[in-house]
């Protein structure tokens, strides 16, 4: 399963891009991965191979390469623009396409804490994903910088969802999620939310003992890779 670290330019500066494919030849079924707080660190990486080895694309953009410090600067998060997240988020998916390891109309996007948010981000306002896979999504009624919020742009998803949440976050909370559901309802837009007793957020990382929640991680985790085969397909392991 061949990993790499790409560069590219956005807006005139470079961005690294992690990206995993499956053995064989592309185009594939492809998934842009929005990071957490921490970056493109090792859970990130590792989400990116593990989809890889689920049969799909795979690629993980630094939306943090234009703060100055990038991850290891304390102000990160309040330094991030929706809209350069977005710009961001598409030239990610455009890198996947140009260079030939990704079916435009086979993407999807995923991502966990402020990546589950800009995962709603993505969906709702580029044109490339039919799926989106939200993990514990935090911050989604404020806007970051100029224009609508996370929440705001939802009537613009295009594709189902599946979001995966603990009942004893803070950020989001049990009545934020109560809140998005109702919203998704209300738009028609296809989705299933699942919630975890016992599970706070960021369960899935276990890069963090203290947060992790085992069976939350591998239930949460095999539900996002069958929604994911159901919307935009697998690709199947070459013939030994």
Not at 99 to 105: F, Q
Not at 126 to 152: D, L, Q
Not at 157 to 163: A, E, Q, T
Not at 218 to 226: H, I, M, N, R
Request: charged letters at 20%; proline letters at 8%.
């Amino acid at each position: 399963m061949p990993s790499r670290m790409d560069t590219i330019t956005v807006a005139g500066k470079p961005m690294s891009v992690y990206v995993a494919t499956p053995e064989g030849k592309g185009p594939f079924p492809a998934v842009v991965v929005m990071f957490h707080r921490a970056g493109i660190d090792n859970f990130t990486k590792d989400r990116v191979d593990r989809l890889a080895a689920a049969g799909f694309a795979a690629a993980a953009p630094d939306l943090f390469h234009r703060v100055p410090g990038g991850v290891e600067n304390p102000e990160v998060l309040s330094l991030l623009r929706d809209a350069d997240v977005l710009e961001d988020t598409s030239a990610a998916a455009e890198h996947l396409i140009r260079t030939g390891l990704a079916s435009p109309d086979r993407m999807a996007i995923l991502g966990h804490c402020m990546g589950g948010r800009a995962a709603f981000l993505g969906a709702s306002s580029t044109p490339y994903f039919r799926a989106a896979v939200i993990h514990y999504c935090g911050n989604m009624f404020k806007p970051w910088g100029e224009g609508p919020s996370a929440f705001e742009r939802l009537p613009g998803l295009k594709g189902s969802v599946i979001g995966f949440f603990g009942n004893d976050d803070k950020n989001p909370s049990p009545a934020d999620v109560d809140r998005i559901d109702a919203e998704l309802k209300r738009l028609g837009v296809p989705h299933e939310f699942h919630r975890y007793d016992g599970a706070g957020h960021a369960f899935q990382n276990f890069v963090r003992p203290e947060q992790l929640r085992p069976q939350a991680a591998e239930d949460s985790w095999t539900k996002g890779l069958a929604f994911l085969k159901r919307t935009i397909g697998a690709q199947s392991a070459p013939a030994k």
